[in-house]
């Protein structure tokens, strides 16, 4: 009898690069439902129009660059950073402040670095960056979270759609009655007006620990991440590790002078951070790749965003965070590679142990 | 009754496969009858090659040796039953996925006529420790016996090897960490007593004093056997070790590690950290061998799969054909139409069922065909591979320098320290055939070597070439010079007959 030959292993992954991202999908809907609740239906929108751009620029490049279309959008790696993306906006964004970022991230960041897999920078973030700067006016527009004690006046389905194709509110609605500042701006405003963190606390946009609304989208996030954990789509590291480098100066930082410095409960559930430390900084293709490496990876994410939170001029700084140590990572793989068994320790220009 | 302990080194990595092991272990080990016709590779190890020592048209009888080693690394071959030599020709062989190789065909006779044990070389004494440690390696290298874990090394020069070095610990390899895979197991039940006194055998003629027979962990059965036999026997130098089902934690630098927490130099052997390992079932073969007489012609293998009718385990001849063997043990079923040789991690797929059973065959895997996992998409730098890489390399670093074909990054990172496991492209989400790459890339990095030694040689010969030229033109002048200084000397009627002689040698010319 014949047979067919093939090459071993004769077992097949069970595991695919589609499943995963829809993992990771998934792993955000609670989180996006919160979303919705607290602020609007904004952030759909804001999805739709960063799924539909950043889908249209993968399959131009894809076209392109000659690669077969399909294969490029089955993975869903386009639609992890749409939905990624999505979450960073305010969810009164203008589709064409969300297109620009989300064809940037998909059409730079992404494949003139070479498609999935090859981009050193975390396409999402570097969509977001390019925004910041050039449409700083539109994002740092947030709505005001749903407070149920406080009455904030709330748009519509049609009045959100409104602004997002024309850019404008309806008529007889101003910014000023629908808008607040974030609470890491209230933060960041208060503390360099010489106001103490209690009396920034008691502002009603201060929830338990971070902002209102924003610390329950964290909530959410961390269940998410937590799942993925479980399921092994991420690995400890990364998200110890920007809890750590955030957390310890942060603790450090408040335990010295409490007044004038924000906890480290504020520091976790305020701004990006429990999205940064599950889903952004764990983006594989521009992460560390050794286990040690993921470590030190997210730690200098979390301690960059302290930094930027309390030094610099952003409120929050998880996109330059996340970007600055994409250019570190080739540096770090290349000093924490594992140490390979039976080869000598002390010829090895690595470390001990992965 | 010796207990199985428990304290281990570790292992990196590895995965839990799927055992499906039960299938084939529900019955005792069946014999399968001598068949036919029996084919004999003269290679059925690593090394050179074995010579045939039989002409066509010899009869030959049950355990005479038909083809002798040759080289520095070879085992001998013996007739597996009696019969007539009727052909020494190419035939397919599993070792090259059934292409050709040399094999010798003898037809059985059916009468299993075996050479009388005082006819065999080096008879042994009952008690094989009246024996020197040297002769018994002597009696070890005519037995034809190589490891039975599926490498094939010839085991008298691995013994010989480790010979050379400072060996504290004999390891029995009884950990069979492949999925469908239970011959091990089956012998450790039905044949323990013949592993240990094998062990001993080992550990008199290396004079080791200390053994650990590892087993898995989901093999209670074989433990269980084996821990009845050490406690009647009462030898308190051989324990068994119990390790975690994990695979390929039975591979040999593997066990090392696992067992006795130490690593296995690079490029190294087991016996440069004091440790010599052997399989269980070449413990068993050295028993047959130094006690009974009883050559290496048959073996234990497991036929499973769902393309089999009834998986088993069996003892058949070495030299039967893969058919033989499937017919006597039921048969195919619809679904065979991937013929493995081997376990499902790391066997050899083979074109064709004519290829015969070899002392390396411890499975025969049929299956349906594996389906393809689609076409690879890029690395995505997850790192599942490097998380269960049990050497501890970086997968997807190496992956992306054999691309970039970089011998000197592949080497840094440790290319030529894969073994192949396979594990990496389990949990490759991007269904990258990283193995397959691996092997390639290896292959090219050795392509390398070669061709640098040879152009190394090359370089060598032609300066030694243009030395001895230039020598011997150095010599050609002094003697020259040498001859008219002494003609001068001679005189004008002596010039003239050399010159007359060297016109007669033109002439001769």
Same mark, same amino acid.
């Given at each position: ?33 919160? /979303?919705?609740? @607290? ?13 539909? @751009? ?17 294969? $490029? ?130 502002? #009603? ?29 991420? +690995? ?24 004038? /410095? ?6 976790? @559930? ?44 952003? =409120? ?30 002390? =010829? ?7 | ?15 839990? %496969? ?16 001598? #068949? ?8 059925? /190890? ?79 004494? =009952? ?86 027979? =590892? ?10 056997? %084996? ?16 390790? #975690? ?24 052997? *087991? ?39 009834? *998986? ?41 069922? +004519? ?66 496991? $396979? ?30 030694? +040879? ?55």
């Amino acid at each position: 009898m014949e047979f067919k030959r093939r090459e071993a292993p004769y077992l097949i992954p069970q595991v695919s690069v589609s499943s995963m991202m829809l993992q990771v999908l998934a792993a955000l809907v609670p989180a996006a439902i919160v /979303h919705v609740w @607290f602020f609007g239906p904004g952030f759909i929108l804001n999805l739709l129009v960063a799924a539909v @751009f950043a889908a249209g620029g993968e399959t131009v490049m894809l076209g392109l660059r000659n690669r077969k279309s399909e294969a $490029g959008l089955t993975d869903y790696s386009v639609l992890v950073t749409a939905a990624l993306f999505a979450f960073a906006l305010p969810s009164l964004t203008p589709w064409w402040v969300t297109a620009t970022g989300a064809l940037f991230a998909v059409i730079v960041a992404k494949h003139l670095y070479g498609g999935l897999g090859f981009n050193i920078f975390n396409p999402a973030m570097a969509g977001y960056v390019v925004i910041l700067i050039a449409f700083p006016m539109h994002l740092n527009l947030w709505i005001a979270p749903r407070m149920g004690d406080l009455d904030y006046q709330h748009l519509t389905v049609l009045q959100t759609l409104q602004y997002t194709l024309t850019g404008s509110l309806p008529d007889g609605i101003l910014f000023d009655a629908i808008s607040r500042a974030t609470p890491l701006d209230v933060m960041k405003s208060g503390l360099n007006n010489a106001r103490t963190f209690a009396e920034i606390r008691a502002i #009603p946009v201060m929830g338990d620990f971070g902002g209102r609304g924003w610390e329950w989208i964290g909530n959410f996030l961390a269940f998410g991440g937590f799942w993925l954990l479980i399921k092994k789509i991420i +690995r400890w590291q990364i998200p110890v590790g920007v809890g750590l480098g955030l957390l310890v100066p942060a603790t450090i930082m408040y335990m010295v002078e409490p007044g004038s /410095h924000a906890s480290p409960g504020f520091h976790l @559930f305020s701004g990006a951070t429990i999205l940064c430390a599950f889903f952004i900084a764990t983006d594989p293709v521009s992460a560390a790749t050794s286990p040690k490496g993921r470590l030190i990876y997210g730690i200098g994410i979390g301690f960059l965003i302290y930094c930027i939170r309390r030094w610099g001029s952003y =409120a929050d700084g998880v996109a330059f965070a996340v970007l600055l140590m994409n250019m570190a990572v080739p540096t770090i793989d290349y000093l924490t590679r594992p140490h390979i068994i039976g080869h000598d320790l002390s =010829a090895d220009s690595g470390e001990a142990d992965g | 009754m010796s207990a199985p302990t428990y304290d281990l080194g570790t292992l990196h990595g590895g995965l839990r %496969l799927p055992g499906h092991k039960s299938a084939s272990t529900g019955q005792a080990i069946i014999d399968v009858p001598v #068949p036919a016709q029996l084919v004999l590779p003269i290679t059925q /190890h690593v090394g050179d090659p074995s010579q045939p020592v039989v002409g066509i048209g010899e009869r030959v009888l049950k355990g005479q040796l038909i083809a002798e080693s040759d080289g520095t690394l070879s085992a001998p071959v013996h007739a597996p039953s009696s019969g007539k030599i009727i052909a020494i020709e190419p035939w397919p062989v599993s070792r090259r996925y059934g292409e050709n190789a040399p094999c010798i065909v003898i037809e059985c006779d059916g009468k299993d006529e075996a050479v009388l044990p005082a006819d065999m070389p080096g008879n042994t004494p =009952a008690n094989f420790t009246t024996l020197a440690p040297a002769d018994l390696l002597t009696k070890i290298l005519q037995g034809g016996i190589v490891g039975l874990g599926g490498a094939a090394f010839p085991t008298a020069q691995k013994l010989m090897q480790a010979r050379t070095c400072k060996i504290d610990h004999l390891l029995l390899n009884g950990v069979e960490c492949e999925s469908y895979i239970s011959c091990d197991d089956l012998l450790m039940r039905e044949r323990a007593g013949e592993i240990v006194n094998g062990a001993q055998i080992l550990m008199h003629a290396l004079q080791i004093d200390v053994c650990f027979i =590892a087993i898995e962990s989901d093999k209670p059965e074989a433990i269980r056997a %084996l821990a009845l036999v050490l406690g009647e026997i009462n030898d308190e130098r051989i324990v068994i070790k119990q390790v #975690p089902t994990i695979y390929p934690s039975g591979g040999e630098d593997q066990l090392v590690q696992l067992v006795t927490n130490r690593e296995v130099p690079s490029g190294g052997l *087991p016996s440069d950290v004091g440790c010599l390992v052997q399989n269980v079932g070449t413990a068993a073969a050295i028993h047959d061998w130094v006690v009974d007489n009883q050559p290496l012609i048959s073996r234990v293998t497991t036929i499973t799969g769902d393309g089999v009718a009834s *998986p088993v385990n069996v003892r058949a001849r070495i030299g039967t054909t893969i058919s033989d063997i499937i017919e006597l043990a039921g048969g195919y079923t619809d679904s065979a139409k991937q013929l493995i040789i081997g376990g499902p991690m790391t066997g050899k797929s083979v074109t064709t069922d +004519r290829v015969p059973l070899v002392k390396a065959t411890n499975c025969i895997l049929v299956s349906s065909e594996t389906p393809s996992p689609g076409p690879a998409l890029p690395c995505i730098r997850c790192g599942d591979c490097a998380a269960v890489c049990p050497v501890q390399l970086l997968p997807q670093q190496l992956f992306w320098y054999a691309c970039a074909d970089d011998e000197d990054k592949m080497r840094e990172f440790g290319l030529m320290d894969c073994i192949e496991c $396979g594990c990496c492209d389990l949990v490759c989400p991007s269904h990258i055939p990283l193995t397959a790459d691996f092997r390639v890339a290896k292959g090219r990095i050795q392509e390398l070597a070669d061709e640098k030694a +040879r152009a190394a040689r090359a370089r060598q010969r032609f300066e030694a070439r243009s030395n001895r030229l230039e020598r011997e033109q150095t010599e050609r002048e002094t003697e020259l010079a040498q001859q008219k200084a002494s003609a001068k000397k001679a005189g004008p009627s002596a010039i003239a007959e050399i010159l007359k002689r060297k016109q007669t040698s033109k002439d001769d010319e």
